[in-house]
């Protein structure tokens, strides 16, 4: 029997069996008594505190966790929807909610544990009272060498050292709106984001550890200048911390008053104190670069209150980060997840915070067991894609390391049942809680997941809304979906929360019409219930409440956890003089879920070669960085378009995955579609699959 599913438009015939794939129920796993024993959030009645009828006061109870120099007035102010505001009249400091409130019970505490990627270093402790004297440091620097002052942006690309939470938490202390780029990033993507966020200062570093060698990361920051300064951004000064203070890892030139060492500038500051600057509730404290629709990534600006309140709020209750946890999550801090759930959160709530400087599988793939059995960590945070790596590597490695984690996380994609299975009775060792967190840049904090203690795990599927978020799947109608119908939607929050994004920076019109604009009921309404937020995420909802998320409904690719915009990796096809035109869609990878696959018209006259390949290879890593890097790059003869001319994503997106390209008729070359599936596929016509709902629905048509 086929069943019907609904999606963006498209009514698409659906199989049972294929349901079964993107739909299978599975067994609940219950969280153990020690681990509820313990367990910040125990109380049942949290339902109840963080219901519709207690919104929007409820969240006074995350903001209640932070130390505030001024109270706030109103909760929620919804005077100018979507701009919802929180906490006005708060002011507050987030360096030091996470670093001063903290010293008098906690000063020689390891605020965070630096592990080198090299073996041979140890890892290097820095307490509370370090951190402070260090954090002091460096925005006395900011403030007395750079100039800068509350409101400036100041954009860090740098790897994952403790300078680089340093650097966040001087810049929050002075109120100076830091813009942290991933250090994998190349230097032309950080530049256009120096550019956007027209930052005066660039933070970065000489060099780092990745798979056993010392990388010279200071080179980008001479392309992100000249990028930054062909966009209109002259940056007046790079500061360059350096891995091994005196030795310098960075061959790149080093321009005399432009260009600073850290560790000759910063003796200048030693001891000095700077007084954390009481910021308002609703000033920006960061902005976070992020993929869209469209070929520029957007500035995601947080707020400093609501993003406090709302990051410390969900660590403590759904990370259950206690004061004596040693917590380590694998993310980069350059990512969103870095942000809420390596600095903010759990400093916030005086945790131990582990921070790896390489790649988890260097030297081997025991290496990860190693560093949770050395600093007895005892919550462990990753992404389904390295889960999938450390199981593919080491399978059985775990076992031989003597760590026990009460409590795991997976976040960033969708986990397969088998690999959650793995997660939970290899890696956890059949003790660990599972969270399975949905969320995204724009939002701060996490907006699905079972409450560790109080809700059973479902392999597979993120849960129910967190307190106070009230998600909802409709349809392209506008309609409702129902609990447990197995027809799959949009993804929405009903309801502002105070860890969902300001704007995007520069550019408040885009953020209405890329989260608001869809499941509006009134743009006059001035009440919250009218505007949804509309996540770009295709989900499921079953009978128990629990919210399966099948991926983005939009041109974004998630790679290995990653979000990238197929129309950025495009633009940087173009750049290519012999290319013509270019689609990137993405193909089903068994250990980073997704990756792109570059599809490439020539211009008239020009041969296909490898050498073209090689160039439009180069000029991805140079415009965005490795992580974009396809998978393959197919040279076709034409591109499969509608008669108005629109180039039919969908369809290549089907060749490349061996799915079903449907209906193909109405094309205005239904032929180049063989010619191509034989390109990518070979000649033997390969067996149709179904495939998941993101690959189906893949891709606008232009
Ligand atoms: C995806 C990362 C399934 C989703 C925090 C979202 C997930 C995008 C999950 C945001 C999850 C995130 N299960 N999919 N638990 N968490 N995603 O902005 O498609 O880097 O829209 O934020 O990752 O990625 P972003």
């Known amino acids: 029997m086929a069943r019907t599913l609904q999606t963006q438009g498209a009514v698409i015939e659906t199989s049972e069996a294929q349901i079964a794939v993107h739909w299978r129920e599975e067994e609940y796993y219950y969280p153990s008594a020690k681990f509820v024993g313990q367990a910040n959030l125990t109380d049942p009645n949290v339902v109840e505190r963080f219901s519709e009828k207690n919104f929007p006061e409820c969240f006074r109870e995350y903001a209640d966790m932070l130390s505030w120099d001024q109270y706030w007035q109103t909760t929620l102010d919804t005077s100018d929807p979507p701009f919802w505001k929180w906490f006005v009249g708060g002011k507050i400091n987030a360096s030091y909610n996470c670093v001063d409130r903290h010293l008098a019970k906690y000063k020689n505490k390891a605020a965070l544990i630096f592990v080198p990627e090299p073996e041979s270093e140890a890892p290097v402790s820095v307490t509370y009272r370090e951190l402070y004297v260090r954090v002091n440091e460096f925005a006395a620097l900011l403030r007395d060498f750079c100039g800068l002052k509350s409101g400036d942006r100041v954009t860090i690309h740098m790897p994952m050292v403790p300078e680089l939470p340093i650097s966040m938490l001087a810049c929050a202390r002075l109120g100076v709106i830091h813009s942290v780029v991933f250090g994998g990033f190349s230097g032309e993507a950080c530049g256009m ?23 010279d990361h200071k080179a980008a920051s001479e392309i992100s200048l000249e990028i930054a300064k062909k966009e209109g951004q002259t940056v007046d000064k ?101 942000h809420s759930y390596i600095v903010y959160g759990p400093l916030a709530l005086a945790a131990t915070s582990v921070i790896y400087e390489g790649v988890p599988t260097y030297p081997d793939a025991g290496r990860v067991w190693r560093i949770a059995e050395r600093l007895d960590v005892n919550i462990f945070h990753t992404s389904p894609t390295a889960i999938r790596m450390l199981r593919k590597a080491g399978h059985d490695e775990p076992p031989k390391y003597n760590y026990h984690f009460k409590h795991m996380t997976t976040v960033g994609e969708p986990i397969e049942p088998e690999v959650w299975r793995w997660y939970h009775d290899t890696v956890g060792k059949g003790e660990a809680v599972i969270v399975d967190t949905w969320w995204q840049t724009e939002n701060g904090g996490f907006l699905c997941s079972t409450k560790p203690a109080l809700d059973p795990m479902k392999p597979g599927s993120a849960g129910p809304g967190v307190p106070g978020i009230f998600p909802v799947i409709y349809d392209e109608n506008n309609q409702e979906i129902a609990a447990g119908s197995g027809k799959a939607g949009n993804i929405c929050i009903r309801n502002p ?35 949804p937020y509309f996540a770009s995420d295709g989900a499921v909802l079953a009978a128990d409440g629990y919210f399966r998320i099948l991926g983005r409904v939009d041109d974004v690719i998630n790679v290995a956890g990653h979000r990238l915009g197929t129309k950025e990796i495009e633009s940087a096809c173009l750049t290519v003089p012999e290319v013509a035109e270019a689609a990137v869609v993405p193909v089903a990878d068994e250990i980073k879920g997704r990756v792109p696959e570059v599809y490439i018209a020539l211009k008239p006259g020009v ?96």
């Open 193 to 215: 984001r120096v550019a956007d966020s027209q930052s005066q200062v660039l933070i970065t570093m000489d060099g780092y550890y990745r798979n056993g060698k010392l990388l």
């Open 238 to 338: 790079v500061l360059v911390w350096r891995r091994h203070p005196g030795k310098n890892a960075s061959a790149s030139p080093f321009v005399k008053g432009r260009d600073f060492f850290v560790d000759e500038v910063l003796p200048k500051y030693a001891g000095e104190l700077v007084a954390p600057v009481p910021m308002d509730a609703e000033a920006p404290l960061f902005l976070m670069y992020t993929s869209g629709s469209t070929g520029k990534p957007k500035g995601c600006q947080h707020r400093t209150g609501g993003y406090l309140a709302y990051v410390t709020g969900t660590s403590k209750y759904i990370q259950d980060i206690h004061p004596e946890d040693v917590y380590w999550c694998m993310a980069d801090i350059g990512w969103i997840t870095g």
């Open 497 to 531: 929360w105070p860890g969902i994004m300001q704007t995007i920076w520069g550019d408040h019109d885009r953020f209405v019409t890329q989260y608001y604009t869809k499941y509006c009921k009134n743009r006059n309404s001035k009440d919250w219930h009218d505007w």
């Open 607 to 702: 041969q296909a070669s490898p050498a073209i390949v090689d160039k439009v290879n180069k000029a991805i890593e140079t415009m965005i960085g490795k992580i974009a890097r396809p998978k393959h790059i197919h040279i076709v003869p034409d591109m499969p378009k509608t008669r108005s001319g629109k180039l039919m994503r969908r369809v290549l997106a089907a060749l490349s995955n061996n799915m079903n390209t449907g209906d193909i008729s109405t094309l205005a070359n239904p032929d180049i579609v063989e010619n191509i599936r034989e390109l990518v596929q070979g000649k033997e016509a390969v067996a149709l699959a179904d495939g998941p709902e993101d690959l189906k629905k893949f891709g606008t048509e232009d």
